[in-house]
T-cell receptor, first 114, second 112 residues
Framework: GNSVTQMEGPVTLSEEAFLTINCTYT??????LFWYVQYPGEGLQLLLK?????DKGSNKGFEATYRKETTSFHLEKGSVQVSDSAVYFC?????????????FGPGTSLSVIP | EAQVTQNPRYLITVTGKKLTVTCSQN?????MSWYRQDPGLGLRQIYY???????DKGDVPEGYKVSRKEKRNFPLILESPSPNQTSLYFC???????????FGPGTRLTVL
């Protein structure tokens, strides 16, 4: 079945450090890939997405590239800020196997310290 | 403003006392779903609905009911809550397909 695996957290970084959160997936069809972010006390919100291989999603300084050959969608940011402290979820939708169902990874908690 | 609203935001109840968590969206979305979020387990889908009067089980439906009588509303019903249903619950909606999901702010439920 479809699944999403993320690096375990929590991740703690100093302000202005480089961030990578690894995400790999298993899917039967050709999924679209997403990163959602959950700030403290809030619901999830879409951070970025990519719908086909080699697409790069970007938003708020975050980037992720859809790598079909390695089945990965790693999240990166060149210089994190304290305000980036949140939980990050990698997710996929595979319309071939499950219309509209979003498969979420377990989430990675990020803390950025001044 | 496009949004998903949930009520209540916080609820403490006792075992066996029926409760309903409401969810409403103003984006005319066809697809709505309920998730629960637990430490170490991430998000798990409880139920989903692809349109009015069309609902189906997600990954953890036991102990829950839903209804979809109107497009905008998708209430979650716990007929006889138990302590293992203590969790953080999220409602979400989307336009379907590869469109993003919009999440409500969450309802923190404690069952004593």
């Amino acid at each position: 079945g479809n699944s999403v695996t993320q690096m375990e957290g929590p991740v703690t970084l100093s302000e202005e450090a480089f961030l990578t959160i690894n995400c790999t997936y298993t899917a039967t069809g050709y999924p679209s890939l997403f990163w959602y972010v959950q700030y403290p006390g809030e619901g999830l919100q879409l951070l970025l997405k990519a719908t086909k291989a080699d697409d790069k999603g970007s938003n708020k300084g975050f980037e992720a590239t859809y790598r079909k050959e390695t089945t990965s969608f790693h999240l990166e940011k060149g210089s994190v800020q304290v305000s980036d402290s949140a939980v990050y979820f990698c997710a996929l939708i595979d319309l071939k196997t499950s219309y509209d169902k979003v498969i979420f990874g377990p989430g990675t908690s990020l803390s950025v310290i001044p | 403003e496009a949004q998903v609203t949930q009520n209540p935001r916080y609820l403490i109840t006792v075992t066996g006392k029926k409760l309903t968590v409401t969810c409403s969206q103003n984006m005319n979305h066809e697809y709505m779903s309920w998730y629960r979020q637990d430490p170490g387990l991430g998000l798990r889908q409880i139920y989903y609905s692809m349109n009015v009067e069309v609902t189906d089980k997600g990954d953890v439906p036991e102990g829950y009911k839903v209804s979809r009588k109107e497009k905008r509303n998708f209430p979650l019903i716990l007929e006889s809550p138990s302590p293992n249903q203590t969790s953080l619950y999220f409602c979400a909606s989307s336009g379907g397909g590869f469109n993003e999901q919009f999440f409500g702010p969450g309802t923190r439920l404690t069952v004593l």
